[in-house]
């Protein structure tokens, strides 16, 4: 907390007290109009003699050149200042109060077009839900069908789903209206047509926030024309609006890191600091519609110092493989569908993008969600940035299934330079989300910072950048030496054990990474999650038919003492059926951080009769302070002796399992205003993959699901017996 107030300092001395973005402009026409009201009264108080002559006057045109370098200033700045005005018209040969003017003349015209567009628009989308809704009407009065000649459904079920696709249409209207207003400055009320009703159509931007589309359909909230694979490229006039949504979205977040009180106040049970959604709502308008009823909302903030440079770091967050490679247990599947405005120069200064992503949290019980969300970064001053997402999803109009209703309200993280080699950040993560899906033994967690929260994504940010500079400058030791790993095998090993977590993270989510297909069975505890999918010769799968299962369990041991538990190679024999009932060898560590709590080890399992066992076990085992992670795979000899010595680790077939350990909260009405969060023992997820056959077109038996579900109903068992906790 000391550490989040001496960096709201710092950050309010670089980027000074806080304005809003939108409502500058507002501000500088007004006084720009005063101005001009101001010159023409003084004109008019000359003398008569004076007025003839000033007709005669002719009015200053400007040069080609004149307007171009204006053009190009209005670009980057719609509102000069008065300094910047003079220093222009100093440049250009004009007088301030001419710039003042042509700048003036130049936000005017643009809103005219924007209005006129904008007002096209929303006729033409008038005019499409106007004949949709007669064809309805039509077709709700005939009782056969034109198509095939059968008939049509009962008019009471037609009339409720279009009188609830009605409502949905409308609130869809009013926010794209919003978001318009906010550009054009002036409110809209000529458009909306309150006789809209029983209408099926698409939104009135086309498709602008995310919406279906005549020309194609929605797939994972991208648009995708008919008979093709490739998005539609988004329009400058939708850029624009993208533009100003982000502009106005990392003010928002610059201010939610700069305030304390009121935004942000401490609770009475342990200090906490709590988020005053009240008074944000006062603060900032909605840029994606207003909360939906019954959402969640998480607002949460925290400032640690990362181990890479400001430079290093901006640029892994604007690539897609390299930002979801830091967080590689919250990030499933990351893509960047389009570049929406480029970045000035080599760096990422002004650089938009639209991205999608797969947001997770290991265990079952919570579903994870998928996301489409515009990122843009900004270089504020010399070592300092600015990140910020903020969504771009319609919650209405997406079919989640599986998946949890979220989206991310102005989100992201400011990243100072203290020049060092590390970086300060300061994260602020924003979110709405229906927590109906969840189970309630996960309720509390993701309320608190530990769930979604700032708290979790720096100490993964934390944990994965520490992991990186320790094994940048990690030597070969002579234990190394003695079991054949070389510099190029470790570096063969680590990669190894990457794949691994992200394959395990996967089989834990049911992310889309990989093809799973979850399977409804009767026979199967409804607490257990049992998928499949079928590898047909992929690079680094074993070829065959794979079960993956899952649950997650409350157990009341601390977090740090099952952890410890279950990464000890000596009581691995209670648990672990790979170890034939008795401790493992550790035949090789790989340190991932100062302590040795983080490493990769090889262990072998004891063999009957003994030193005969042709299997080693690759584990990979970690601790921060939002949870625990224990994951391993079997692997035979001759291979693990490949990757020693530097083999390529994309070949190696994995089928990972093991454990993600979270603190279990207690008394949720509390924790949803910031406190409460003391831990009542451990939430401990389980997942076990296991080939059941080696022909990919084999046909599965339930006798193989029983037995992966058996298998990880035993070893709960077996867990809850060595801790006598029963």
Not at 419 to 438: A, F, K, P
């Amino acid at each position: 907390m000391a550490g989040i107030q001496s960096s709201m300092g710092l950050l309010s001395e670089q980027f000074g007290q806080p304005s809003n973005m939108l409502g500058r402009g507002d501000d500088d026409d007004r006084r720009s109009e005063s101005d001009n009201f101001e010159a023409l009264s003084n004109d008019n108080d000359g003398d008569a003699s004076d007025r003839s002559s000033s007709r005669r006057k002719k009015y200053h045109r400007h040069t080609p050149s004149q307007i171009q370098e204006l053009e190009n200033f209005f670009k980057e700045c719609p509102h000069p200042d008065e300094k910047q005005r003079m220093e222009l018209g100093r440049r250009l040969g004009l007088e301030s109060r001419q710039v003042k003017f042509w700048f003036q003349n130049r936000r005017t015209q643009l809103k005219t077009q924007v209005e006129r567009h904008e007002n096209i628009l929303l006729k033409q989308e008038y005019d499409k839900l106007r004949l949709e809704n007669l064809a309805l009407k039509e077709a709700m009065g005939n009782p056969l069908c034109k198509n095939c000649g059968g008939p049509n459904l009962p008019n009471t079920s037609i009339d409720g789903h279009l009188r609830l696709e009605n409502s949905r249409l409308k609130d869809e209207l009013s926010r794209v209206l919003a978001i318009t207003e906010r550009l054009i400055g002036k409110p809209i009320t000529t458009y909306v047509d309150s006789n809209l009703h029983l209408s099926v159509g698409s939104n009135c931007l086309g498709g602008l926030i995310g919406g279906p589309n005549s020309m194609g359909n929605m797939e994972n909230g991208v648009l995708i024309p008919n008979g093709t694979h490739a998005p539609i490229l988004t329009s400058e006039y939708e850029k624009s609006i993208y533009l100003q949504v982000a502009m106005a979205a990392m003010e928002e977040l610059v201010t939610l890191a700069q305030s304390d009180g009121p935004l942000w106040y401490k609770t009475m049970d342990g200090g906490k600091e709590a988020f005053n959604y009240e008074e944000y709502l006062k603060k900032f308008e909605p840029y994606v519609g207003m909360k939906p009823a019954g959402f969640i909302t998480n607002a949460t903030r925290e400032t640690a110092t990362i181990m890479i440079n400001s430079l290093e770091l901006v640029d892994s967050f604007m690539s897609r493989g390299r930002w979801a490679e830091l967080f590689p247990t919250m990030i499933g599947k990351a893509s960047t569908l389009e570049v929406l405005c480029p970045s000035m120069g080599e760096s990422h200064d002004g650089k938009l993008q639209l991205m999608n992503a797969e947001f997770l949290f290991l265990s079952p019980s919570v579903p994870l969600w998928r996301g489409r969300f515009i990122r843009f970064s900004k270089q504020q001053s010399e070592g300092l940035w600015v990140l910020v997402d903020v969504s771009i999803d319609n919650i209405r109009e997406h079919s989640y299934g599986d998946t949890m209703k979220c989206r991310r309200l102005p989100s992201g993280c400011i990243v100072q330079d203290p020049g060092n080699g590390c970086s300060l950040v300061t994260w602020i993560e924003h979110v709405e989300y229906d927590e109906n899906s969840v189970h309630h033994l996960y309720r509390p967690l993701l309320r608190s910072a530990l769930g979604f929260g700032a708290q979790r994504w720096l100490a993964v940010l934390q944990r994965q950048c520490e992991c990186r500079a320790f094994l940048s400058s990690f030597k070969t030791t002579p234990e190394d030496v003695a079991v054949g790993i070389t510099s190029e095998g470790k570096r063969s090993i680590v990669n190894v054990a990457k794949r691994m977590i992200a394959n395990f993270c996967a089989g834990i989510s049911a992310s889309s990474v990989r093809q799973w297909q979850k399977l409804q069975l009767d026979k199967v505890a409804h607490d257990v999650r049992v998928m499949m999918r079928v590898n047909m010769d992929e690079p680094g799968e074993p070829s065959g038919v794979v079960l993956s299962a899952a649950t997650s369990v409350w157990i009341p041991i601390p977090r740090q003492q099952l952890f410890d538990f279950l990464r000890d190679d000596q009581s691995r024999g209670k648990w672990d059926i790979l170890s034939n009932g008795g401790p493992m060898l550790e035949v090789a560590r790989i340190p991932k951080g100062p302590d040795g709590v983080n490493c990769i080890t090889l262990l072998c399992p004891p063999a009957v009769p003994a030193r005969e066992s042709n299997m080693l076990i690759l584990q990979e085992s970690w601790t921060d302070q939002t949870g625990c992670l224990v994951v391993y795979a079997p692997v035979d000899v001759p291979t693990m002796q490949v990757m020693m010595n530097g083999g390529d680790p994309n070949y190696l077939a994995l089928l990972p399992s093991g454990f993600a350990i979270s603190d279990a909260l207690i008394d949720s009405d509390t924790a949803r205003n910031g406190g409460g969060t003391t831990p009542g023992g451990s939430l401990l997820t389980l997942g076990f993959q296991i080939l059941v056959d080696s022909i990919p077109n084999a046909k599965l038996s339930m006798e193989s699901i029983e037995t992966v579900s058996s298998l990880i109903t035993c070893t709960v068992q077996k867990i809850k017996v060595a801790l006598n906790c029963n």
